[in-house]
């Protein structure tokens, strides 16, 4: 006869009295208890990294996912109430920025945007160049599709930036040939903060007759943005950057713009995006956008004020404290600075510790501790990027909240810097 194997339960509670049982539940009921009460008390300062879906949003959305689910490709009743919810969304975005419905494409997220809007026009326009201009402080989905086409025969100019981490327009200007195809520069830098002058490099590109991109996922919804006013000819926004769902992004691309797909498939997205659509995280960004547009006045006064509470807080109580980016061109929800002797990831496990949740310049990538390309194109040395710290305000940030990590950050800093290898005796 086989034996029956004890489950894993049965191991575990084998040798313990009901008594015992009784013990460890209780246990763990105080501790869920606990744990529940710090994540009320958890500060999340790294909107710029992922923001919640408003409660709004999740509402308006209700029972969409079960309800409408058809394809929209699809000719029956199912198929066209999701078409219908895709083409208001549609009208939605481009209400946002100014461009005409049929000039919004979704994808499924920012770096699919990006890709698309780089190597899209690449391959469509390479019988008449293939020079292509970028920033030094894009974010990667941007500049390793520029590395990546770089690979495949294409020039790439990698701008320079001051100090700030700003563009001269002037440069753009002068770096511009008569192979030049395409000129990507973001809109506001993702650690830094720093709003790049988009009109007057939107306007040179125009006059030379060159595309101008710009990955707009960390202002849209944050900055008003016209792409006729701005002479934008690609565009890249995100979802889950303006309280909307994950899993949908939007690329404008104006009209009469030569570009490939770089999926192959059905023809959706006007044959740009084949695949599927998304339909309820669309309808959700669309419904996210909505609330953006309508409190982007009342809620841009509001985050720059926090803001600067913040930085002028932490200029003024710790020694030794720098602000990455520009004073004042700046997203109003980005604090980022770079402490002397201090390592960011330590800074911020200890934040953690603390209930304060922020990120650091500084990616892990295959076990080897990299300091962020952004901070060493402002003139960082790797050393003091690796002690840098981005805090993101957002929806939920709150006065008091900044008093708490004004009230925490210098502490932790101080213990911090009493052990650290970079200090001098
Ligand atoms: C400026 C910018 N572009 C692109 C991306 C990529 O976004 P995702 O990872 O959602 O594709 C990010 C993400 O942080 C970003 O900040």
Redesign the pocket.
Known sequence: MAKIKKSAFAKATARRSPLSLYGAAARRRKNNIKARKEKMSRIYMDY??ATPVDSRVLKKLGRFPSEVFGNTMSLHSFGQEAKAALEESRDILADLMGAKPQEIIFTG???ES?NLALKGIAFANKEKGNHIIISPIE?P?VGESAKWLESQGFEITKLKVDQYGLIDPKEVERLIKKETILVSV?HAN?EIGTIEPIEEIGKICREKGVYFHT?A??SLGKIPIDVEKMNIDLLTG?S?KMYGPKGAACLFIREGTKINPILHGGGQEFGLRPSTVNISAIYGFAQASLLCKKEIVKESKRLTQLRDKLIKGVMAKIEGSYLNGHPIKRLSNNANFWFEFIEGESLLIQLDMAGIAGSTGSACSSAKLQPSHVLLAIGLRPQEAHGSLRLTLGRWTTSKEIDRVLKVLPGIISQLREISPFKKN
Do not use: I, K, L
């Open positions: 710029g990294a997220s920012a770096t990006n974010h989905c973001m993702n990955d996922a960390q995100s889950q």
